[in-house]
């Protein structure tokens, strides 16, 4: 299993889209940057019940900012970490337009978490996670942001959900180390939420698992959305 492969592929992947990003074309990356900041979702189903306003938070798969920049207001701070080094050089630039001075970035490996243990209350996550093929790549994600976030503090993200009308899918617990496609190219797609879970819950140690599922968002061919949050 060559996990390395997979992940070299997606960095350059995310390397190429990041090059063409910009603060005049933002969609590059994203995809629609202003139609998913617009998309009433994210602001109801992400911190749903969940009062962040003096928080620290980490974005994992933070792209070109635009969650950063999007809930700045929301958190005391909002730091981000990314396969892309790419990405951080334009959410650098990203943030400094919106004068956000006091977020840290990170590049990461795209299986793990460069931070030490115990150091956020929120650590949220969209658009990414369902774009890893890789079972045990996105399981240890689970595992890191168990291990980044302090006592009591959440997991909040996003995931497609129900599988696709459109583009390959691997299913949940499959390792699709080969495929030379992301960001929509070759996705996760599974319609059984007991598989987030035991993952979750049986496996790390989470609790207090809430989900809803929602009509899947703008550029997206999966058939749902669903929004999760754990508590550590």
């Known amino acids: 299993m060559n996990l390395e ?4 592929m997606q960095k350059n992947v995310y390397n190429e889209y990041a090059n063409s990003w910009s603060l005049q074309n933002r969609d590059y990356v994203v995809g629609t940057y202003d139609d998913h900041n617009n998309w009433p979702d994210y602001d109801v189903f992400l911190f749903k019940g969940l009062e962040t306003k003096n928080l620290n938070a980490l974005e994992y798969g933070c792209g070109p900012g635009r969650n950063i920049v999007k809930f700045n207001d929301k958190f005391s701070r909002i730091d981000g970490v990314d396969i892309s080094e790419i990405c951080i050089e ?19 490996d795209g299986k793990s978490i460069p931070i030490n243990d115990e150091i956020y209350d929120i650590l949220f996550s969209v658009i990414c996670l369902q774009h890893i093929a890789c079972y045990s790549i996105r ?8 291990r980044v976030l302090k006592k009591n503090g959440y997991f909040c ?3 497609g959900f ?24 070759f996705d996760v797609g599974f319609d059984n939420e007991n598989f987030l879970i035991d993952d979750l819950i049986n496996k790390i140690g989470f609790k207090n698992y809430k989900s809803d599922i929602r009509p899947t968002g703008p550029g997206d061919g999966h058939k749902n959305w669903i929004w999760v949050q754990v508590q550590k």
């Open 5 to 8: 492969k997979y992940l070299n």
């Open 90 to 108: 334009k959410a650098k630039e990203n943030l400094n337009n919106s004068e956000i001075k006091n977020s840290n970035l990170y590049v990461c």
């Open 139 to 146: 399981f240890n994600i689970f595992k890191e942001a168990f």
């Open 157 to 159: 993200f996003q995931l």
């Open 162 to 185: 129900g599988g696709k009308d459109s583009g390959n899918t691997a299913d949940y617990y499959s390792d699709m180390t080969d495929v030379t496609e992301t960001n929509g190219g």
